[in-house]
């Protein structure tokens, strides 16, 4: 099997939104993480997600901090909102926000 998730793909807007839903799932429903709210647990984890490929690579430079910032806003915002939608069997285009 091909790796599915790798550094380069972590850095993209999919990768980053796929691997942090799939995080957040597991563990927003832990006792010590139901006290904390999910947008923070999403945002965490989506700035980890962003800043750790950096650093493994060696090129995290401090003068594109605002950018990792921005980044991780846009990757939580979409994680949050993507796994909140539901199905309405077919209705309105099959997605409930």
């Given at each position: 099997?091909?790796t599915?998730?790798?550094?380069s793909y972590?850095e993209?807007?999919?990768g980053?939104?796929a691997?942090t839903?799939?995080i957040?799932g597991?563990?927003e429903?832990?006792?010590?993480?139901?006290?904390?709210?999910?947008?923070l647990?999403y945002?965490?984890?989506a700035?980890t997600?962003?800043?750790?490929p950096?650093?493994v690579n060696?090129?995290?430079q401090?003068?594109?901090?605002p950018?990792y910032?921005?980044n991780?806003?846009?990757?939580?915002a979409?994680?949050?909102k993507t796994?909140k939608m539901?199905?309405l069997d077919?209705?309105?285009?099959?997605?409930?926000?």
């Open positions: 099997m091909d599915i998730f790798t550094y972590l993209t807007l999919a980053g939104v691997a839903i799939l957040a597991f563990i429903n832990i006792a010590f993480f139901k006290k904390v709210p999910a947008y647990i945002y965490i984890i700035e997600l962003i800043v750790l950096h650093l060696a090129d995290f401090l003068k594109e901090i950018l910032i921005l991780g806003l846009l990757i939580a979409t994680a949050q796994s539901k199905s077919g209705k309105n285009g099959g997605l409930k926000p």
